[in-house]
């Protein structure tokens, strides 16, 4: 795993500080969650606090933005926004995953839009060319320009790492190392083992919420009796205390009566388990949330994950993936049964977004203050301390 491939990733500064009040809450925040604060409602709407998340926060952290899956073949690559800035995840000759700035080494210009495959990557502009390996193959008329060696040219290339099948990108080689990001996450979702599982269906939306509203409601559930309640709230039983995984990561489980991913009325219709579930994993579902930027549940059939990430401060791009054992997506007529795990799955989520667009609707109050939190909202409260610790300035 090319954990280790980075060379040159760049913290940004931390940009302009906070203001004393913004300080103070976000130092309320901070503590268990008996006695902490939610977040200051700045933190949700402001452009300012999106701009030192980007450059103080996320630029720091390991972000976690797909499953492996999604690259299979040598130079199939996909462009993406991280903590403001461009940037490519490929696979290299060698199948590794790499990660290098979207930012041609001539004059700056991004190189690749969207997703495919390239053997090389040539800017539009002046023709430079990028090897998978982000070193710099060709460049025209450059023989008349002093001390000029390709060596030095190659594209800005960043840290990648993949565990339990998913892919995270370090942009600061500031960042600890992955290991120490993710705490005993490995040894924690051993019985899942969610490197084996396939990616059926993946699926991205915009809404217009904080990133991190989308991120907390799926990381408490104190209000799936009120949000979900006719859809699979009652399957959902009172959650675990939360594991201790240290790191970066917030995990419970969370017992449930039937399968967390089908809809009441639909349980008699579960895939086959996952191979190598014990009891007590095939009678609930795990919920972890690497911070700050993807999540997921981990359910006795299948696995469901979530990335977020900004389009301004209150406007965020999400991305779904469910995925399955392979031999349960190889068994005939799975995608008919699994398109009722995608129903429950867009009803929840619609569900929540209508929710969640209020609750940003009304954090855009003047009037709107930090309040407090449930013991229903583990993960978002232990995220929130997370956060305020770590926001420049706090
Ligand atoms: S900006 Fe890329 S070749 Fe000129
Ligand atoms: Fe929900």
């Known amino acids: 795993m090319p954990d280790d491939a980075g060379n040159a990733g760049m913290a940004g500064d931390a940009g302009p500080a906070l203001s004393g009040a913004l300080a103070g809450a976000l130092r309320d925040a901070v503590g268990d969650i008996a006695s902490a604060s939610t977040l200051p409602p700045e933190c949700y709407t402001g452009a300012d606090v999106l701009a030192l998340e980007a450059s103080g926060l996320l630029r720091r952290s390991w972000l976690g933005v797909a499953r492996a899956d ?10 993406m926004e991280l903590a403001g800035a461009p940037v490519i995840v490929l696979r290299d000759e060698e199948r590794r995953l790499r990660a290098f700035a979207n930012t041609c080494r001539h004059r700056g210009t991004r190189l690749l839009e969207g997703r495919g495959n390239a053997q090389r990557i040539r800017c539009p502009f002046h023709g430079w060319t990028y090897g998978l390996d982000g070193g710099l193959r060709g460049a025209t008329r450059m023989g008349a320009t002093r001390s000029f060696r390709r060596a030095d040219m190659g594209l800005v290339e960043f840290r990648t790492a993949e565990r339990g099948g998913f892919v995270f990108v370090a942009l600061s080689d500031e ?11 490995d040894a924690l979702h051993a019985p899942w083992r969610l490197d084996e599982l396939v990616t059926t269906r993946r699926r991205e939306l915009e809404v217009e919420c904080n990133w991190k509203l989308f991120l907390e ?19 959902y039983l009172e959650p675990e205390r939360p594991d201790a995984v240290g790191g970066c990561v917030q995990s419970s489980f969370s017992p449930t009566a039937g399968t967390g991913g089908l809809k009441v009325d639909e349980q008699g219709h579960a895939l086959p ?3 190598g579930l014990g009891p007590r994993e095939r009678a609930g579902t795990r919920y972890t949330w690497v911070f700050p930027s993807l999540t997921f549940a981990a359910g006795s059939e299948a696995l469901w994950a979530y990335a977020a990430r900004a389009l301004g401060p209150t406007r965020c791009r999400v991305t779904q993936w469910v995925c399955f054992p392979a031999e349960t997506a190889a068994a005939p007529g799975f995608e008919a049964k699994a398109e009722r795990y995608y129903a429950r ?7 929540d977004i209508a929710v969640l667009e209020r609750q940003q609707l009304g954090m855009a109050s003047p009037f709107a203050r930090a309040g407090r939190w449930s013991d229903l909202e583990q993960g978002a409260a232990a995220f929130a301390a997370w956060y305020a610790k770590r926001l420049p300035g706090a």
């Open 70 to 79: 999604e690259w299979r073949e040598p130079g199939d690559y996909a462009a």
């Open 175 to 185: 960042t600890p190392g992955i290991d120490e990001w993710l705490g005993a996450f």
């Open 217 to 235: 409601v799926f990381n408490e559930s104190y209000h799936l009796e009120y949000v979900h309640a006719a859809t699979f709230g009652d399957i």
């Open 273 to 275: 388990f996952m191979p």
């Open 345 to 351: 799955m867009d009803e929840a989520l619609a569900e």
